[in-house]
Every structure is written in C-alpha cells, then in structure tokens.
C-alpha cells in the first residue's frame, strides 16, 4: 500500500500548513511578553488589555448586531431566491436573476464594496450602521441562496403536492410541509451568512460611516502598526468561538445520523407485514 | 415520463407567489445592478472639485441626452498613460495566475489523498478543511505575519536548526513570496474542496476496470481519474483566480511596496487619492478583465445545479 | 359481447347503461408543456364506484391526465367534469379528490398518526372526530401498533398502507393512484393487490388508478383505458382488452401474441357483422370466424395469443381448422407453461403455450422436430387497426 502512505504524507502536511499559523497564533495570545519571539512566561495579560479596550469593544458589539441582523435578512432573501432558482423555470430575466446571485460569489470585494458605496452616495444616504447591514445582506443572501437551492433540488415536491392534495393551502404548506424539512439548510446558510459577515472587511470599509467601525476594520487599523498579541487574544477567542460552533454543528448532524440508521434497523427488524 | 413531470406547470400560481420572485430579484437589481450602472457612469464622469468628488450623477431622466453628450473616456485614457495602472492589473493576473497553479499543485494531491481516504474518515477531513475557513480571513493573513517577519518565527526556527546563521533573517516578509504564501494559505480551502467533490463522486471500479484492461497506475491517473477530475479542476480554478485578482488584503499586509495588485491600487486611488472616477474606471476594467473567467464559472455552477 | 367474455367479478357494468351519468368525465382534454402534447382531445368518461386504471407506457400522458383530474396541472383545452360540475380553476386543496402518490409522499418530520390526521386538520374536524377517523383508519390498513412511528422505521409495504390510510381518511370522491404498487416486490404487490380490491369494495369508493403493470390493471380494474402517446387507444373490461383487442398496439401491449400482416380475400357478411373472413398473411391462408370492419383487398393483421395455438406432431384430423407445419426452433420452459417457437418454412416464427399439466411429462415434442401448429377458427382476430 505505498499510494496510502502516500497519501497520509500528503494529508498531515496539508493539515499542518492550514493548522500550524492559527495554533502558533493562538499559542502567543497567552505570551507574557510583548515580542513575537519570545516567550515569556503564560498569562491572560492581553485578555485583560482586550477586555479594557473600549474601541476594540465597541467594535465587537457592532459586528456582532451587524452579523445578527444581516445574517437574518440575507436567509430570508437568499431563501427565497432559492425558492425562485429551482421551482420558477421562466419568468423575465431568470438569466440575469441567476447571474445575479452566482457573481456576487466570486465577485473581488473591492469591486462590491466601490460599486456599493457610489450607490449610497448617489442617493445620499448617509453610510453607517445600515448601509454596512444592506451590502452584508446583499453578498450573503447569494450565499444563503446556495445552499438552500442543494437542499432544495433533491427536495421530494410530491411531499408539497401531498399537502395540497389533502386540503392545506399553499402558504400553510410552505409552512408546515417545506420549511420544517429544509430547516437544517436554512440554519447552516445563516450561519454561513454570520461567519461571512463577521470576517468582512474590504466591503465594510467601503461601507461603513461614523460610529460603526467593525471589529475586522479595527484589528486592519491595528495589524497595519504591527503584531500585537492584544490582536492575538482577540482572534484567539473568535477562532474559539467558530471552533465551538462548528463541533456542535457536527455532533448533532453525527446523532441526526445515528437517529437515521436506527430507524432504518427499526423499519428492516420489524419486516415487511 | 419522466421529462413530463418535470415539467410542472405554475398555473396555481397565486399573487403571494410571485413575492418569492419579486423581493431578491428587486434587492438584488437595486443593491447589486444599479451599483455597477452607477460606477460605469461615474467611471466616464470628471473628476470635480465639489463634494462628493465627481460631478452629480444623474438629472431626471430629460437629462439622458447631455448624460450622453458628458460620457467621456478622459479616465480611461488616463489608466493607459499611466503605466503604474497597466503593470496592476498585467501584475495581479501573474500573481493570480502563479497562485491557481500553486494552489491546483498543492490542492490536487490534498483532494485526491481525501477522496483515496477511508469513508469512515472523510466527513472528518472535510471537516477540518472547512473549519479554517469559518474562521476569519483577516486573522489567518494576520498569522503570517509574525511568522514571516524578519525577526518572526520561521527566522526562528531556522536559526535553531542551523539552517540560518545566527545574523541572517529571512526576508521574505513585505515581497510577492510572502503574498503567495498569504493567497495559497488563504485560497486553499476552496481549491480542495471543489476538487475533492468531483473526485470523490468517481467510481474507484473505474481505475480497477483501467487497471484490469492492463493501464498501469500512474497512466491510469492521467487517462481516466484526471479527466474526469476537471470539472473540479475548473471550478476550483475559477473560484480561486477570480477573487485572487481583486485581492486586497493580502498584498497589503504581506505585499512590499513593489507588490502591485490592482486591488491595492484601487484602494489607494479611492481611499487615498480620493479620486472616485478613477477608481471606478479602474474597477469597470477589472471587472471586464473577469467577464470571461465569471462566465466560466457560472456555466460550471448551472452544470452543478 | 361483454357479456360472453371472461368471468365478470361482479354485476356491475354502468358504461353499457346509456341512461348511467358519469361521475368523472375528461371532454376534449389536450395538455401541452411547450411543444411537447402530452394529453390530446382525449374523451373519457368514469363511473360511480368504478376502479378504473390508465394503462399505457411511460410517457403516454396517464400520470398528466390523473394530475389534471388531481388540480396539480391545468389542462390547456377541454374541460374535467365531477359529478356534471365543471371542476377547471379549482385548486387541488379544494377538490373532493384525494391521492396516493407513487413516491408515498409521507410527511418524514410526522408520526404515522399526525401523517393521517394531517388532511382532516386542513378541514377543521373536532380533535375527537379526527382522532376517531385515524383510528378507523389504522385499522383498516392494520397498523394500529405503529400509530407513534415515524415513516423512515416502516418498511416498504407499511410505508404503502400509510399512504393509503393517509388519502383515504377525508373519504374523496375520488381516490387516484399513481402507481401505487410499483414501489413493491412481486409477491407483496400481489397480495396487496386483492386488498387493494377488497378496500374499494367495502368503502364503495371510485378509484382512478395509473399504472404501466398490465396484470396489475387487469386484476383490479373494472375497466381499463389503455393509452399511448397522449390518446386512449382503447377502454374496456380487462377480459376483452385481452380478448378483443381493437388494435395492433392493445394487442402487443397486453400479454404474449403472434401478429401476422395480410390481406383479406373473402369476407362472408357485412361489415362488422359476424362471419367468416379470411386473410392471406404472405402465404399462408387464415380463416376467422369472427367478422371484421375491412373488406376484401383491405390491409389488416391477423393475431392469435399462443395459449390458443395447439401443438401436435401430426396434422390434425379436422381441415376446417387452421394450420401451419414447421419446425421446433426453441423450448421455453416457465413452470407452468412451456413456450414453443416454431420456425416456418418463410422463417417465420410463431409461438404456441402449452400448460405443463402433469409433473413428469416425457416430451413427444423437442428441438429440431417438425410439428403441426393449428387453431380453431374462433381463435383468432382480425385487427384493422
């Protein structure tokens, strides 16, 4: 088996390279000393200066609403464009539609975040909290839009003409019939649309006005002066944060399908009557 | 029958319906067309003097024909004099072109070794290259920073193992080497996971068919397992060499002043300069130059879908 | 002749009542999507109580023209009439049809009880009605003990019982089936089948059922339409959809049968009327009794189903029969019948069913032999169509 270890070579690099910067990172956000290279010594130093650091705070504050807020509107908008990608075949300008929300996704920001702010400018809006919250909203809806249309294209439609066929009206349906079952797809497309809107800084910046500088356009401001583990500290806590996040997500998609192969052993042991 | 019952009529279609249409597509036309309208119009608009800094847009609709009479190209000619403008975005297509390759040499055998990997353990690996990417761009740049600096932790290591001696430091930090270390590192998520989703759908009796007609691994590889691989191929590509050309952020963290890209150009002109009909006609060129790899990519995405 | 084919399950015949109203009747229905006609002017009509089956290939228009009767397509021209009410702009959660969907449909996030309870909540019956009504229902299906179940820990065939309870339990008009079986392995389907039958007898319901399953259509229909390519070839009792096919395509489509184009020389009556025909098929000389719509000189078909085709060794006795002499190409063995392929002088091959009767039969006939293959002259059929 020499293309299996091969292959493991292959995979504890790879997973090395993508893993060691953010260990190393998290690492000296516990370092005593100033200095990158030396260690002096654990402490929670930094999470106190972080933690007294009433911009870098006020900073999270708005982009945790900003991520909150747009992550909400975007999965309603990106839901619904989903719903407009795979049930509507024709209606005017599906083309342009479906272009619309495939270009966002491999749009550069700096263009997004231009385009974006010329508009605000032009119909003299003053850019702030808002404006940043319609053009998260705008770019993640895309995302949303995405991965509910998977969800969506392998979703059985004789479930929906079921409903109606026993008397539920269409809206109810929707309700009771079609979003209980795409849920999980919702909820991971929102929270795809959180995560894209917390890291967000090109678009942000672009965006944004008095009073609602984002935690990403803060730490920018900072890094450009240099590393410091203040910085380190901060990241450390978001990275914690997504970390937990993401391994409760996986446990309970791992007991969804525990709880699927039990019913399967259930529906097979009783046998067929 | 199958083509038939695909075929669903929308004639229940109820008013309400047609909201689920009408609210992204409006959202959609307003926040995201009308924006690049706006830029294409300021792009062929004067500088001005007053605030904001270009002449006013747009006069009621009886203005159309001195908006015509006002189009000029004075910007765009403006980008061809300039040869700082014409080295960006020649500059960010080698930088984003060297990238995608990088990222295809590094991420191909990553996706293959994954698909090759027991199914028990897949999910996980998937996992783990997903989970970098929730975590913030902006942070995982900023972590090569104090790596790559001269005095930062691969000097470091370098020094320790003798590889450097003890008045080198490498300098690496603020030149195109770190910018490519920054976009492999960043971009590598999204080149192996295409990939890994077209390898993984491939019937392995495929290779074992190959290899039964007598084709030797290596050759089977190339004959059967890297053709089928190019959807992936493409989208990957695609996915990675289109944002990488409009990158701003890691040219600017880990880029020296010589880095060109016309992201960093477009930033400066904009954030520095102020000048907004510049940036624009900087942006609408950039987006031209991406026509054809959007294309690309959206074609592949419909294919998907 | 309704009335002299095959055994009949039950006195019940409205269609031969010119005074009968039908229930359900498609005038003039066409349905196009694009280009594509998958319904055309199509004309049919249905009766009270009736189990009554689509049949025909996929892509011949039965699950379009089930789906109009449903609400979930509307038809482009023509119009569906329940019980003489235009039913056309009705949306499907107001019609008083109720489907069983080939897929089941099962609601997965719902218990097998709140599965079957969920069309009787759309009408807003009293908890205690919809609970009494589930429970009937459980019965009737025999799944009383898997009420708290979710769909994904049934099997196949409770899935299917489920679906049925499930459309059964606002008690529709009509109950459509689409394909309901198809999901099930032979056996299974056999029995469920009978109870299938056994069902729509005791509810007294009318039952639409689309299948593409010949022997299933012919087991529990009343009548059969069997269609093809957007038109209803032909609407009949199973018996003389198999005994009385009126076209070449009904006959190939049901069951095994030898077709042989011709010509007719003689006929001994009228058009239509009974009598004896007979048709020269490339050489060979066939007499029918049985009269047909074509007269002398008129291309036609003549077909026999191989069960009705004797096989002997010698040429038979009577010469008023017909017969063909060749040689024994190939056996097919099937347990209760053996098939002969017989290869004609011309290379033409005609096929005879013979039921093995006793368990050890020392075979008169094998490969290679020359036989005798003859049919009486009531056998056969004409087909002008």
Known sequence: MKSSRFDATVLTLGFAFLYIPIIILVVYSFNASRLVTVWGGFSLHWY??????????DAAWVTARVGVISATIGTVLGTLAALTLVRFSRFPGRMLFSGMIYAPLVMPEVITGLSMLLLFVAVGVDRGF???IIAHTTFTMCYVAIVVQSRLLTFDRSLEEAALDLGCPPVKTFFTITLPLIFPAVVAGWMLAFTLSLDDLVISSFTTGPGATTLPIKIYSQVRLGVTPEINAICTILIGLVTIGVIIASISTKRAELRRQQDEHLAVGRGAT | MAAVSEARSDENASPFRWLVVVLPYVWLLLFFVAPFLIILKISLSDTAISQPPYTPLFQGFGALSDFLAQLDFENYLFLTDDPLYIQSYLSSLRIAFISTVLLLLIGYPI???????????????????????WTSFLIRVYAWIGILKPDGLLTLLLHSIGLLGPEDQVQ???????????????????????????????????????????????????????????????????????????????????????????GKTLWTEFFGNRDWPLASSVAVILLIMLVVPIMIFQNQQKKVA | MAKTLGPVKRKFSPWTDPSAVPFIRFENITKRFGDFTAVDNLTLDIYEREFFSLLGPSGCGKTTLMRMLAGFEEPTEGRILLQGKDISGVPPYRRPTNMMFQSYALFPHMTVEKNIAFGLQQDKLPKGEIAARVEEMLKLVKLEQFAKRKPNQLSGGQRQRVALARSLAKRPQVLLLDEPLGALDKKLREETQFELMDIQHTLGLTFLIVTHDQEEAMTVSDRIAVMDKGVIVQVATPAEIYEAPNSRYVADFIGDINIFEGTVTTTESALGAPGKVTIDCDGIAVAVEQGCQAVSGDKVAFAVRPEKVRISPDQPADTSVNAVHGEVWDIGYLGDFSVFLVKLADDRIVRAAQANVSRLVDRPITFGDMVWLHWPLDAGLVLTR
């Open chain 1, 130 to 132: 808002w404006t940043v």
């Open chain 2, 172 to 262: 690496i930090f603020r030149t195109d080497y770190a910018v490519f270390v920054g976009i492999v590192y960043s971009y590598l998520p999204f080149m192996v996971l295409p990939l890994y989703s077209a390898l993984e759908k491939m019937d392995n009796s495929l290779i074992e068919a190959a290899n039964d007609l007598g084709c030797p691994p290596l050759k089977a590889f190339w004959r059967i397992t890297f053709p089928l691989s190019l959807p992936g191929v493409i989208a990957g590509s695609m996915i990675c060499f289109i944002p990488i050309t409009g990158e701003f952020v890691i040219p600017d963290l880990l880029g020296g002043a010589d880095t060109l890209m016309i």
């Open chain 2, 111 to 133: 996706a293959l070794a994954m698909a090759r990997a027991p199914l028990a353990i897949r999910p996980t690996l998937v996992m783990l290259v997903i989970l970098p990417f």
């Open chain 1, 48 to 57: 106190q200066t972080m933690w007294s650091n009433e911009g870098l705070m």
